[in-house]
């Protein structure tokens, strides 16, 4: 069965630093990768997905993900971090299109000032 | 375009008690979700719908969790009895196709306390 690993429940960066979070998958096939992000009382929200097209994938608010098959890694990046970025994020996988996503455990982003 | 829809936001029970949550989804979205998340961790799926269809229920806790999409569009999601373990956010999710290449909309939940 498909599922993703998030290394690290909280991380803490400084405001304009780098944000790396990490996500490893496990799936039996090539895989369809999503990061989400989850701002306090609020519903998920999609950053960005891939299937199977670029390995280096944008996102919105100037984020974005690369698919690395060798190491079975989908790692979410922005190159300066914002207060605004402060939420939870959640590396998620499918097997295909109509399959289920499934959810990693979360990662929680503070933003230093 | 109006998102998805939950009702209500909180709601504080007793054990044993039931309750009901509410989701209207976005409208022509054919798939809608349930997903239970307790603190702490990420969405699990409980159901998914196609229509009104149930196309998986595998984690539904059918002996005291329940569901229905009447007409394919709204839905309920009902737990009798209820548990201290049930307390968590219940995510309503719609999608206009199947998962995976699609993009899930999610409503701002509803978080059941159990007492």
């Known amino acids: 069965a498909q599922s993703v690993t998030q290394l690290g429940s909280h991380v803490s960066v400084s405001e304009g630093a780098l944000v790396l979070l990490r996500c490893n998958y496990s799936s039996s096939v090539p895989p369809y990768l999503f990061w989400y992000v989850q701002y306090p009382n609020q519903g998920l929200q999609l950053l960005l997905k891939y299937t199977s097209a670029a390995t280096l994938v944008k996102g919105i608010n100037g984020f974005e993900a690369e698919f690395k098959k060798s190491e079975t890694s989908f790692h979410l990046t922005k190159p300066s971090a914002h207060m605004s970025d402060a939420a939870e994020y959640f590396c998620a996988v499918s097997l295909n299109r109509d399959d289920k996503i499934i959810f990693g455990k979360g990662t929680r982003l503070h933003i230093l000032p | 375009e109006a998102g998805v829809a939950q009702s209500p936001r909180y709601k504080i029970i007793e054990k044993r008690q039931s309750v009901a949550f509410w989701c209207n989804p976005i409208?022509?979205?054919?798939?809608l979700y349930w997903y239970q998340q307790i603190l702490g961790q990420g969405p699990k799926l409980l159901i998914q719908f196609q229509n009104n269809g149930v196309v998986d229920d595998s984690q539904l806790p059918k002996d005291r969790f329940s569901a229905e999409r009447l007409k394919g569009v709204d839905s309920t999601l009902k737990i009798q009895p209820a548990k201290l373990e049930d307390s968590a956010v219940y995510l309503c999710?719609?999608?206009?196709?199947?998962?995976?290449?699609?993009?899930?909309?999610f409503g701002e939940g509803s978080r059941l306390t159990v007492l």
């Open positions: 999710a719609s999608s206009p196709h199947g998962t995976g290449a699609g993009e899930l909309f």
């Open positions: 409208s022509g979205h054919a798939t």
